[in-house]
């Protein structure tokens, strides 16, 4: 099934981003993108000092992932300096360039190109400007680390022409960027210039940040999710030392102290009656029925053929369902924000992936003026998508301003665990036909879920746990839940229809992937088991439903031959022979992020033990395909990441829940993979495509994992889990109900 | 109501703080004293981020009261070594890019540098098993692993020279 925009369709739309991005408005201001934007300056985009330091105002931001080192690559690249010389200013709204929300795998992808633009139309300018004082032309003039010299031997440095100055020139298309043959820093590996400082203590995080006077602040949530506030017995704090304040707006309840500890004591000790919620949440078991009969809104993806018929007179037809629960983001540090309400005006230090739409909710949330509040990025702990950053920004804002002093806010394990917005629950039916040639002829792709994003939007208060604590309404859009529904194989009749769930048992929001780690769980599980039922080896069976795609075909061949597969239908009819107490086998699956953009395709190795039912992942290979790589080390650290994640929540993560609310709120409750269960090694081949653009890496591999890992327990034990986590208990399960 | 004085020993400087007796010494070490290596990730010990040294042990701070530490020698990810002149393991760290977030860091570094100086050769099933307590979200564990292997060598190095 091939997607409605071509490979070469889809390029265009890339080179349109650039064009677009000189027509945006540029974001020294808090205006939000209306109106007719002006050019933007090279100084917004950069600054060169007096010594030759750039610094680079950036809208993406460091979640983790070792942008900050990709993105100083492409500048100090295209700018022709020193790779050490390069900084990052990243999401200040007052300081740096809008470039929208750090999501997506889109921060290379959609960022990078716009600084290497800036970079370049800087260097042009810095040229121009070197012609001038040499009295040389440009054109005679090379530039090495920051210093231009004319063949005559004079030399100026960028320094001596601008430093300290501005450009005062717009970023136009005159420039050209480099071609990838003259790179001398993209695509080299890169030492990331943030780990020193995390492994000596020195980062600069934001959960270490202070400001003089400073409260802490923790917040207390309802005890069922609906419930209402009745009464709070401020008295039972009273006598607690740190003097005590309790903040209530709504069912919105804090408390702030003057040490840390004491917030966190008197939060505890705080006495508050709540008014249970007129109908709690169903009961776990009841989750898929209750999806399936939650109100929904259908949208038909993509259609071709007939699919009806085609199943119809399909020689062979197959029908599955796939399940996934909710997921938490579980970053290590919960999410801390800084807060200052000053003279009218909020100041929030936040870990936020979009500080300008954070910005415009806050505004909303605490009755302030759009221009009055400015979102200063620091880093935090990894980010994996909307988790709880943004909520806690708006606790800190709303206690800053209910006692006029700067309030520092870190949540406790249950409030992130318990209270981030959740990676949804989905459900997918599929049906498929074969035809007696063994190709897939039909495929009935339909998808159950609620939206995957709940983030600040719109200025909407409710996009924001504590405003929504106090009745404000959210603004969501139906977004995420048909990632990677459809897939990129060549199916005559096929059809995708997705069933967007108005309500969501969970808040729900952006994870990892969005829904396409379920998607294409269901998608790469579902074409597994037609090429078993065709008697086709797995990667085969998917190359016969690829042609033309030579970048798909490379990476299938790519993990065929690293992982050293031997062609053969699944199961493997080999290990249940063997008489011990292991079986192992491998599985494939292969996706193409969005159907668009960077590619992985992944053999996982598995071993199951038959007597306790318990699965372990030896070893995995992955063939991954991002466009022009920036930093194949960077990169690596990715796609390993991405791996061992996603193996954590395919092997143990489900979010539970009771009629009152979430109940896996810790580590205990909620375990995610640990030293021991980690595979022995992750065999990475890099796909590199200079000719072609960046595509973000931050997501590809672990849309494939789900559907590998249950690929290769098929293969293995001739047993399909179709439900994830997969657990010993599923295993054991199936394997009796084989049996009998 | 009057906070007492408590004498820390941290990095080998004697440090004052008024705070109570039942205060973990993890806010102390991060509010009062500045020491931000220690990380609070769960407050419950399930996950390492917040771990230091006391006498060389590996310790959860986050759930260990300052009342009682009185001359015992603690120290943190900053007692170790800087950024212009790290620790052994640090390095090593450093070198094998064995980070992504870095919030699990500190508490990954100081496991390290307990396992190493009562096991200087650790083998792998060792190595696991002495970070097993210790949670990582970004999925950097085998670099982690490595970076250990690395750090045993680089001590080793150092030891002999």
């Given at each position: 099934m091939t997607m409605s925009l071509s490979r070469r369709d889809f390029l265009k739309a890339g080179a349109g981003l650039i064009v677009e991005f000189q027509l945006a408005p540029y974001a020294y201001s808090q205006t939000p993108q209306t109106g007719a934007p002006p050019a933007r300056p090279i100084d917004a985009w950069l600054a060169i000092d007096a010594e030759g330091q750039v610094t680079v105002f950036c809208g993406k931001v460091e979640l983790g992932t070792g942008i900050e080192t990709a993105m100083a690559q492409l500048v100090a690249e295209e700018l022709d300096v020193a790779f050490p010389s390069v900084h990052l200013v990243m999401g200040d709204t007052a300081r740096s360039v809008n470039q929208g929300p750090t999501v997506g795998s889109k921060t290379l992808q959609q960022g990078g190109p716009q600084l290497r633009r800036a970079a370049a139309e800087a260097r042009l300018t810095l040229l121009a400007m070197a012609a001038e004082k040499l009295a040389v032309a440009a054109e005679q003039l090379r530039v090495a680390d920051g210093v231009v010299s004319a063949p005559n031997g004079s030399q100026v440095s960028y320094a001596q022409l601008v430093g300290g100055k501005r450009f005062a020139r717009t970023v136009g298309d005159t420039a050209r960027l480099k071609s990838p043959a003259d790179f001398r820093i993209v695509g080299r590996e890169q030492a990331r210039v943030d780990i020193p400082g995390k492994v000596t203590g020195s980062h600069n995080y934001l959960h270490d940040f202070r400001l003089a006077g400073m409260l802490h602040g923790r917040v207390i949530r309802p005890n069922a999710i609906g419930a209402k506030l009745k009464a709070v017995d401020e008295a039972s704090v009273n006598s607690l030392p740190g003097n005590v304040r309790v903040v209530v707006k709504g069912n919105f309840v804090g408390v702030v102290a003057e040490r840390e500890e004491q917030a966190i004591a008197a939060a505890a000790a705080l006495k508050i009656v709540w008014t249970p919620p007129a109908s709690g949440l169903p009961a776990m078991s009841e989750l898929e029925a209750t999806m399936r009969r939650t109100s929904a809104e259908t949208q038909q993806m993509t259609a071709a053929g007939d699919v009806d018929a085609a199943l119809k007179s399909a020689a062979r037809t197959l029908t599955a369902s796939y399940r996934t629960p909710y997921q938490s983001h579980g970053s290590i540090g919960p999410s801390c924000a800084v807060a200052e309400v000053k003279d009218g005006r909020l100041t929030v230090w936040s870990a936020t992936q979009g500080s300008w739409m954070l910005a415009g909710n806050l505004a909303t949330l605490l009755g302030l003026p759009p221009a009055a509040v400015r979102v200063i990025w620091m880093e935090g702990s990894g980010c994996y998508g909307h988790n709880g950053a943004d909520d806690v920004a708006a606790d800190a804002a709303l206690l800053s301003q209910a006692l006029s002093r700067p309030v520092r806010v870190q949540w406790m394990r249950s409030d992130e665990h318990g209270w981030d917005p959740k990676g949804p629950a989905m459900i997918v039916d599929l049906r498929g036909g074969l035809a007696a040639d063994q190709r897939i002829v039909a495929w009935d792709y339909q998808v159950i879920t609620p939206t995957h994003s709940s983030r600040p939007a719109g200025g909407a208060g409710g996009n924001l746990l504590a405003g929504l604590l106090q009745g404000m309404a959210p603004r969501l859009a139906m977004t995420g839940g048909n990632r990677n529904a459809p897939t990129n194989y060549q199916i005559p009749n096929h059809r995708v229809t997705v069933h967007w769930l108005k309500e969501s048992v969970l808040r729900a929001s952006a994870l990892r992937g969005l829904g396409a780690p379920q998607n294409t769980f269901a998608n790469e599980s579902f074409i597994d088991e037609l090429a078993a039922a065709a008697g086709a080896d797995p990667i085969a069976f998917r190359l016969k439903h690829l042609a033309g795609d030579s970048r798909a075909i490379d990476l299938l061949a790519k993990v065929r031959e690293i992982s050293g597969w031997t062609p053969?239908?699944?199961?493997?009819?080999?290990p249940r022979k063997v008489s011990g107490p292991v079986l192992r086998g491998r599985g494939v699956a292969f996706a193409r992020y969005e159907n668009e953009f960077a590619s992985a395709a992944v053999v996982v190795e598995v071993a199951v033990d038959r007597k306790s039912g318990m699965i372990s992942v030896p070893k995995v290979h992955v063939a991954h395909d991002c466009g022009l790589i920036v930093n194949p080390d960077g990169l690596k650290n990715q796609i390993e990441g991405n791996i061992i994640q996603t193996l954590s929540r395919a092997l143990k993560e489900q979010v539970t829940f009771d009629r009152n609310g979430v109940t896996s709120v810790d580590w205990v409750s909620y375990p995610i993979l640990r030293f021991s269960e980690i595979p022995e090694d992750i065999n990475i081949a890099l796909l590199n495509h200079p000719e072609d653009v960046m595509y973000g890496a931050g997501e590809a591999t672990a849309v494939t994992v789900f559907a590998a890992v249950a690929n290769a327990l098929f293969d293995a034990t001739g047993v399909r889990l179709r439900s994830v986590p997969f657990t010993a208990a599923d295993v054991l399960r199936e394997l009796a109900h084989r049996k009998a | 109501m009057a906070l007492k004085e408590v004498e820390l020993l941290v990095n080998g400087e004697r440090r004052q703080i008024a705070a109570e007796g039942d205060t973990p010494l993890l806010y102390a070490l991060r509010n009062?004293?500045?020491?931000?290596?220690?990380k609070f990730g769960c407050g419950l010990a399930q996950c390492g981020a917040c771990t230091v040294l006391i006498d060389g042990q590996p310790v959860r701070s986050c759930v260990t009261p300052i009342a009682g530490l009185a001359g015992r020698q603690i120290t943190t990810l900053e007692g170790l070594g800087t950024r212009e002149k790290p620790h052994p393991v640090q390095r090593a760290f450093i070198e094998l890019q064995a980070a992504q977030c870095g919030y699990c860091s500190n508490g990954m570094i100081m496991a390290t540098v307990a396992l190493l100086a009562a096991n200087p050769k650790p083998g792998d099933a060792e190595i696991r098993s002495a970070l097993e307590g210790h949670l990582c979200r970004c999925g950097t564990h085998l670099r982690i692993i490595r970076a250990v292997r690395r750090a045993a060598t680089l001590l080793a190095q150092e030891k002999q020279s």
């Open positions: 053969r239908p699944s199961p493997s009819t080999s | 009062d004293l500045k020491y931000n290596g220690a």
